[in-house]
């Protein structure tokens, strides 16, 4: 009986190490190109965030901020991740230092945006459009070239909120009188955007206030992507 009861305290260690060691070390082989796709994310997460803080302080419109706040969200959420598999992560996303950037190309994009939006409050909201759509496209060019579960989870709720977001700067611009037509998108993938009801869980997903999109992607009863 005692000898029994040793083997089976050995074979159980043994066995659970077999088991689990394998699916630790899935997680973190990812490639050169997925490396670069998340850091690109972590950037253009904070680039989205900074000039919607930018443009909240300078017309007031809650719409910004709404954003800006699950733009926060979604900053921490490629960032953990960034930081769970060890990428260089850049000084100035790590410091937190607004409208600063490590790619050039999106600290010139930034500083471009802030300057047209800071013209009138309808270029800044077809600027928020305009940074959703740049978000959808390389999303989904992120999704079709990762097979990691992981990412691709990411990326998929990060895409459903940019299209919320798309839509909510669009009716603010309907509701300022101005048609909004896409820059970046095709014109089809817009209007199938555009068309379709707000997805659940997938709105604007402030700190303080998680609450979903009705059916018509309006404000709800505690407070969505409407501002």
């Not at 930081?83 to 490590?102: C, H, M, R, S, Y």
């Not at 999704?143 to 940019?162: D, E, V």
Request: include cysteine.
């Amino acid at each position: 009986f005692n000898s029994m009861r040793i083997i089976k305290f050995i074979v159980l260690p043994i066995l659970i190490l077999i088991v689990v060691v394998p699916v630790f070390g899935q997680s973190t082989t990812f490639t050169e190109a997925e490396k670069e796709s998340v850091l690109l994310m972590l950037e253009e997460e904070k680039l989205a965030r900074d000039v919607y803080l930018a443009f909240g302080d300078k017309w007031g419109n809650k719409v910004f901020l709404n954003i800006a706040d699950a733009e926060e969200i979604h900053l921490e959420s490629v960032k953990q991740i960034a930081d769970e598999n060890k990428l260089n992560i850049p000084a100035t996303v790590e410091k937190d230092i607004k409208g600063k950037f490590e790619n050039p190309d999106l600290q010139k994009l930034y500083d471009e945006m802030v300057k047209v939006g800071s013209k009138s409050l309808i270029e800044a909201l077809k600027i928020g459009a305009k940074i959703e759509e740049l978000d959808i496209k390389d999303l989904s060019e992120a999704i079709a070239n990762t097979n990691k579960s992981n990412l691709i989870r990411l990326y998929t709720q990060l895409h459903m909120a940019s299209e919320n977001h798309l839509r909510a700067f669009v009716r603010n611009l309907d509701e300022q009188g101005h048609v909004y037509s896409p820059v970046i998108l095709t014109k089809a993938r817009f209007d199938s955007i555009i068309a379709a009801q707000g997805k659940k869980d997938s709105c604007c997903a402030t700190k303080k206030d998680k609450a979903s999109c009705d059916s018509k992607g309006k404000k709800s009863k505690k407070n969505c992507c409407k501002a």
